[in-house]
């Protein structure tokens, strides 16, 4: 069994992470804070909140994914919905780190589409 779909997303997806987790330790660094984040330092906070909200929602995804491949799910939309759920990602931790709400919301509405679209693919495994 080849799980090739799930493999790629996951490599970007920890690509992301890790970008998230260096930029969070960078500006902790930078505004010489030491844990936990502290009430008063917004830069700060954004960049926790993007890397810990990326965590948040990626992991239950990417294992629905999984169970999606594992299940012989098409792959174009395997394809399709981990490049829309990631560009969901990206847009999400953009306006957290750039006070760019409107990509914020664009962001949450991706994520949350994508977890749509996975439970009725998931539902019809199950029945």
């Given at each position: 069994?080849?799980?090739?779909?799930?493999?790629?997303?996951?490599?970007?997806?920890?690509?992301?992470?890790?970008?998230?987790?260096?930029?969070?330790?960078?500006?902790?660094?930078?505004?010489?804070?030491?844990?936990?984040?502290?009430?008063?330092?917004?830069?700060?906070?954004?960049?926790?909140?993007?890397?810990?909200?990326?965590?948040?929602?990626?992991?239950?995804?990417?294992?629905?994914?999984?169970?999606?491949?594992?299940?012989?799910?098409?792959?174009?939309?395997l394809?399709?919905?981990?490049?829309f759920?990631?560009?969901?990602?990206?847009s999400?931790?953009?306006?957290?780190?750039?006070?760019?709400?409107?990509?914020?919301?664009?962001?949450?509405?991706?994520?949350?589409?994508s977890?749509?679209?996975?439970?009725?693919?998931?539902?019809n495994?199950?029945?």
């Amino acid at each position: 069994m080849s799980i090739k779909i799930t493999t790629l997303f996951t490599f970007l997806y920890l690509l992301m992470y890790l970008f998230l987790s260096v930029y969070a330790a960078m500006t902790r660094r930078n505004q010489k804070v030491k844990v936990p984040v502290g009430p008063g330092n917004e830069k700060l906070q954004r960049a926790s909140r993007a890397h810990g909200n990326f965590v948040e929602f990626t992991v239950i995804f990417l294992f629905s994914l999984l169970i999606l491949e594992i299940n012989n799910t098409n792959s174009m939309y395997l394809y399709f919905i981990g490049t829309f759920f990631l560009i969901g990602r990206i847009s999400h931790a953009y306006s957290m780190v750039w006070k760019k709400g409107l990509f914020r919301a664009l962001g949450m509405l991706a994520t949350f589409l994508s977890y749509i679209s996975n439970l009725i693919y998931l539902l019809n495994i199950i029945r």
